[in-house]
C-alpha cells in the first residue's frame, strides 16, 4: 500500500495566487466550552508588535469582542479561528462565524469531514482552512487530511497543514512515491489505523491488516524530534488568502 505521491508541480497553479504564511503561531487556547478569560488576556499582553498572530478558539465572536476592547501592540495582526473538534460542534461554530473570523481550524481529525460539513464551509463563505497542530495526540489517517485538503483546493478555500502532533505516517521515499513501512512486531510505537478510524498493529488489538492486504489501512509511528510534522505528502502546506496576510497599501 502506497500514499498517492504529489510532485511539487501538482498544485503549482494554485500556489500561484496563495501567499505564505508567515507567523507567530499560538496554540490552540481556551478551547473548553467555557470561555477563559483570563487566558486570553495574559496570550494578548505577550504579543509583539509587528507580528501575525493565529489564535483559534470553540468561541471566535467572544474572542473577537475582547480583542476590540484590548491594547494590542503598535502593528500586531491577530487572526481569529474557529475551532471544530467533531460534527456536532462544526455547525454552530461555522455558521456563528463573521467577518471578525479569518479561518476554521480542525485541530484534529478524528475521521473523514462528512459531506455537510463542507457544505457548510461553502454555504459559509469560509476562505481559509486550517488542519492540525502540533499538540495533536490523536492518530489521525493521512486520507482524511488530504481529502480535506483536495476539497478546499477545488472550492477555491485556501488550506494550511499545522502538524500531525504526535502521530507520523511511518513510510519511507520510493521514487516520487513514499511507500508505507509495516513494523515487524506489535508495539505501542505504532499502530495501523483504517480510514474508517480502526485501530490495529497496537496492544489493545495485535491484528495484522496487511498481511491478508485489507485495503485502506496506513501505518502511523510515535513522531520524534527529528520528524518534520508539518510536511502533508512531503510538502508544506501554508496557504492563506492573500489579503488577509498582507498590510493594505498605505493612501
Known amino acids: 500500500m502506497s500514499a ?20 507567530e503561531r499560538i496554540g490552540v487556547i481556551g478551547t473548553s466550552e467555557i470561555f477563559d478569560h483570563d487566558g486570553y488576556l495574559a496570550a494578548i499582553s505577550d504579543m509583539r508588535p509587528h507580528t501575525v498572530y493565529m489564535v483559534s478558539t470553540h468561541h471566535p465572536r467572544a474572542l473577537a469582542t475582547l480583542l476590540d476592547t484590548s491594547f494590542l501592540p503598535e502593528g500586531a495582526d491577530v487572526h481569529v479561528g474557529a475551532v471544530v473538534t467533531d460534527v456536532d460542534t462544526a455547525h454552530r461554530v461555522i455558521t456563528e462565524m463573521d467577518t471578525r473570523t479569518s479561518f476554521v481550524h480542525f485541530a484534529q481529525l478524528e475521521g473523514p469531514v462528512p459531506r455537510e460539513i463542507r457544505d457548510a464551509l ?22 482524511w487530511v488530504r481529502d480535506l485538503r483536495d476539497f478546499c483546493v477545488l472550492a477555491g478555500i485556501s488550506f494550511s497543514f499545522f502538524g500531525w502532533g504526535s502521530w507520523v505516517e511511518n513510510t519511507i521515499p520510493c521514487g516520487e512515491e513514499r511507500v508505507v513501512r509495516v513494523p515487524r512486531e506489535v508495539s505501542s510505537s505504532f499502530c ?51 489579503d488577509l496576510m498582507e498590510p493594505e497599501p498605505a493612501r
Open 4 to 23: 498517492p505521491a504529489y510532485t511539487d508541480d501538482d498544485f503549482a497553479e494554485f500556489d500561484a495566487t496563495e501567499t505564505a504564511v508567515d507567523v
Open 122 to 143: 461553502v454555504a459559509s463563505h469560509v476562505r481559509w482552512v486550517v488542519v492540525g497542530s502540533s499538540e495533536c495526540t490523536h492518530a489521525m489517517h493521512p486520507d
Open 192 to 242: 495501523a489505523v483504517h480510514v474508517t478510524g480502526k485501530l490495529a498493529m497496537c496492544p489493545s488489538n495485535p491484528h495484522n491488516p496487511f498481511v491478508r492486504g485489507e485495503a485502506g489501512w496506513t501505518v502511523l509511528r510515535r513522531a520524534n524530534v527529528s520528524d518534520d510534522i508539518s510536511l502533508l505528502d512531503g510538502k508544506v502546506w501554508d496557504e492563506a488568502p492573500f
